[in-house]
């Protein structure tokens, strides 16, 4: 079975500039989780989907982040504009319906110039 | 809001000695608690859990116990080993649809050898 799988690894962009974040889940996850860890603090969530749906965007930080998932598949996360502080590892997980175990990927590494 | 207390932040122990990561959590209606490793530029990877209607589960050297009346929970890895070194994050779930998890932030565990 493919893992979680994230790209890409790393990515360097400068202040005011867009980046996308892909994710694709195990096959047959219905749930699709985005997290951010900031500056070596705490794991944070950002959002939820199961399938298509948004379940829970509450630890979305502003409107300058977008995410989707057309098709219940795979995932973007879109950061416009970049700022200094949208800096961190983004990770996402999936799992199976009901299920509260997740798969972690292995992150993207995102640091704003 | 929802938040978890982790400590210490950094745990340097000999090897063959034990370590304990000791975690408190707001809400009293937290049922899962999951504790995941990452090692360094790895994904975070599930290590044990337990639910809120047991009080202690164990895995070769890794245990967790929960104290649902002080809202705590801990883990204890015994005869520590070099590979133990890593950052442990503890996080607890809270009972809606999403099984979202609210993450500590982290202790970095150095085992010397």
């Known amino acids: 079975e493919a893992g979680v799988t994230q790209f890409p690894s790393h990515s360097v962009i400068e202040k005011g500039q867009t980046v996308t974040l892909r994710c694709d889940p195990i096959s047959g996850h219905d749930n699709l989780y985005w997290y951010r860890r900031v500056m070596g603090k705490e794991i944070k969530f950002l959002l939820h989907f199961v399938k298509e749906s948004k379940q829970d965007e509450s630890g979305m930080p502003n409107n300058r982040f977008l995410a989707e998932r057309t098709g219940g598949t795979y995932s973007t996360l879109k950061v416009q504009p970049a700022e200094l502080e949208d800096s961190g590892v983004y990770f996402c997980a999936s799992s199976h319906a009901g299920s509260s175990g997740y798969t972690f990927g292995s992150g993207t590494r995102l640091t704003v110039v | 809001g929802e938040n978890v207390e982790q400590h210490p932040s950094t745990l340097s122990v000999q090897e063959g000695d034990s370590a304990v990561i000791k975690c408190t959590y707001s809400d009293s209606a937290s049922n899962y608690f999951p504790w995941y490793k990452q090692e360094l530029g790895k994904r975070p990877q599930l290590i044990i859990d337990i639910r809120s209607n047991v009080g202690e589960k164990k895995d070769q050297r890794i245990a967790v116990t929960l104290n649902k009346t002080a809202k705590h929970f801990s883990l204890h890895i015994t005869e520590t080993q070099p590979e133990d070194s890593a950052v442990y994050f503890c996080?607890?779930?809270?009972?809606?649809?999403?099984?979202?998890?609210?993450f500590g932030s982290g202790t970095r565990l150095l085992v010397r050898p």
């Open positions: 996080a607890a779930s809270f009972p809606d649809s999403s099984y979202k998890l609210i």
